[in-house]
């Protein structure tokens, strides 16, 4: 079985598309809501900003919103070197942001949000029953009104010829959150670690929108949902110096969601940074 885009149109859409997340932790949408002039927009606005300065005006804040330097950039667990890539945290409308780029941010993060609902919404009506009964509240409610969710605005620059050698443009890793949403970058590289063990690539035409399973949904539906292992390798030669940006929508609960008799979303989190490091 291969992993293939659903036709957001068709009538069977949300049964494909949860039969994906079920045997991939991964689903890709094809003909989805979200305007693609919108996100081809916001690409080539942010690559103009992490090319420029003036990022280092908006260096992160205590409240993790803002500009992180490569220098800071996230190591994986398990890993003993940073991912090669910057990133800026949005965390909310009012959050620290460069005014031309806000508008385009929330208007996105509106659009993706609301497609998450009716997303979190097909996998409830798609779970099986002694599945469906574990959720202490529907999927779609549960990221109602969060401030936790972020949407991450990922540049991983250009090859240098300095990087380490087993540096990887994001190491394997899997996502805290309970669902993410992902336009299909500018270039390619994601890829997502198969049952058998086999790293798969994901379809990245553009138009594509990408939305996998975090671990606080596989938490929920006690592992009927995978949250599954991926990665972003780095370039080949031939495009080691195009810059690759990327936009991620990380779905949070609200924080006194009840995930499971174990946790609460806030629990989980906690725990989770702990491990990471971040606390």
Partial sequence: MNLQAVDYLVPNAAASFVESLRE???????????????????????LSFFQSPEKYEYRFRPTFDG???PEVSETAKGCAVRDIKEYFHFYHPWGICPEALRSELITYRQAANSLAEELLGWIEAYSPPEVAILYHEPLSHMIQGSDQTLLRVLHYPPFQGSEPSHALRAAAH?????????????????QV????GEWLDVPCDFGYLIVNIGDMLQEASDGYFPSTTHRVINPPPNAANVSRISLPLFLHPRPEV??????TADSYLQERLRELGFK
């Avoid at 805290?176 to 949403?181: D, E, K, R, V």
């Avoid at 670690?193 to 058998?196: E, F, G, Q, V």
């Fill in 24 to 46: 991939f932790g991964f689903g890709v949408l094809k003909n989805h809501p979200i305007r693609q002039e919108s996100v081809h927009a916001i690409y080539q606005n942010w």
């Fill in 67 to 69: 500009y992180f330097p």
């Fill in 174 to 190: 899997e996502d805290i959150n309970l669902l993410t949403i992902l336009p299909a970058a500018n270039e390619p590289g994601l």
């Fill in 258 to 263: 009840v995930l499971s008799d174990r946790y």
């Fill in 193 to 196: 670690l198969t049952k058998a």
